[in-house]
T-cell receptor, first 113, second 112 residues
Framework: DGGITQSPKYLFRKEGQNVTLSCEQNLNHDAMYWYRQDPGQGLRLIYY???????QKGDIAEGYSVSREKKESFPLTVTSAQKNPTAFYLC????????????FGSGTQLSVL | GNSVTQMEGPVTLSEEAFLTINCTYT??????LFWYVQYPGEGLQLLLK?????DKGSNKGFEATYRKETTSFHLEKGSVQVSDSAVYFCALDTDSWGKLQFGAGTQVVVTP
C-alpha cells in the first residue's frame, strides 16, 4: 500500500541535543512538507520541498533544518536552537496538481526531557 | 495574507444531532478549500474539498459549499455518530503545490 511513514511515533529530546524525525513516502509525490501542531492551534508550516535537492522555509523554520536528497525522503532535524520543541510533528506530501490534496503521515510526538 | 478562521470548540453533541462547523477565509486569488479530519493520535485525512465557487464537496455524510460571496466553507452533517468525534480543520491553498493554510481546528465530541 502506498503512503507516508513517519518514525518514531514518540521521541524525547534532552537539552542541547539535536534530534531527527524521519519521513518516507512511496507515493511518487514531488512535494513534501513538515508541519508543527500545538494543542488548540492549527498546523504551522516549517519547511517544504517541491523537488529533490531543493527546499524552502515555511512560517516557523527557525531552529529546524531539513534535507531532500531523495524523492522519497524528507527528514526534519530539530536543533538545540529550537527552544520550545515539544509538539506533534506531521509530514505530508502532494502531487504537483492544482487543487490536489495532501497526504499526511501519522505524526511524531516530540517531548523534552 | 491568507487566513482561515474556524469556530472554537469543543463542540459537544448527542448522537444523531445536526452538526455545523463555521469556516471563513481571507485569500487573494481563487483558492481551493478543504476540510480535513484528525482522529486522536493520528495524522490528518482529507474529508472533502471544493475547487471553485458554488462547488459542493461531500463525503461520509458531510457536506460543505464554497461560498465566494460570503468567503465561507461551512461543514455540515445531518446526523452525527460517536465515531465522528475528532478535530476538524478547514484549509485553503492558493498555489498548485498543496501548501495549505489551516484554521485552528474545531474539536467535536459526540456522546451516545
Amino acid at each position: 500500500d502506498g503512503g507516508i511513514t513517519q518514525s518514531p511515533k514518540y521521541l524525547f529530546r534532552k537539552e542541547g541535543q539535536n534530534v531527527t524525525l524521519s519521513c518516507e513516502q512511496n507515493l511518487n509525490h514531488d512535494a513534501m512538507y513538515w508541519y508543527r501542531q500545538d494543542p488548540g492551534q492549527g498546523l504551522r508550516l516549517i519547511y517544504y520541498s517541491q523537488i529533490v535537492n531543493d527546499f524552502q522555509k515555511g512560517d516557523i523554520a527557525e531552529g529546524y533544518s531539513v534535507s531532500r536528497e531523495k524523492k522519497e525522503s524528507f527528514p526534519l532535524t530539530v536543533t538545540s536552537a529550537q527552544k520550545n520543541p515539544t509538539a506533534f510533528y506531521l509530514c505530508a506530501s502532494s502531487i504537483q496538481v492544482s487543487g490536489e490534496k495532501l497526504f499526511f503521515g501519522s505524526g511524531t510526538q516530540l517531548s523534552v526531557l | 495574507g491568507n487566513s482561515v478562521t474556524q469556530m472554537e470548540g469543543p463542540v459537544t453533541l448527542s448522537e444523531e444531532a445536526f452538526l455545523t462547523i463555521n469556516c471563513t477565509y481571507t485569500a487573494t486569488g481563487y483558492p481551493s478549500l478543504f476540510w480535513y479530519v484528525q482522529y486522536p493520535g493520528e495524522g490528518l485525512q482529507l474529508l472533502l474539498k471544493a475547487t471553485k465557487a458554488d462547488d459542493k464537496g461531500s463525503n461520509k455524510g458531510f457536506e460543505a459549499t464554497y461560498r465566494k460571496e460570503t468567503t465561507s466553507f461551512h461543514l455540515e452533517k445531518g446526523s452525527v455518530q460517536v465515531s465522528d468525534s475528532a478535530v476538524y480543520f478547514c484549509a485553503l491553498d492558493t498555489d498548485s503545490w498543496g501548501k495549505l493554510q489551516f484554521g485552528a481546528g474545531t474539536q467535536v465530541v459526540v456522546t451516545p
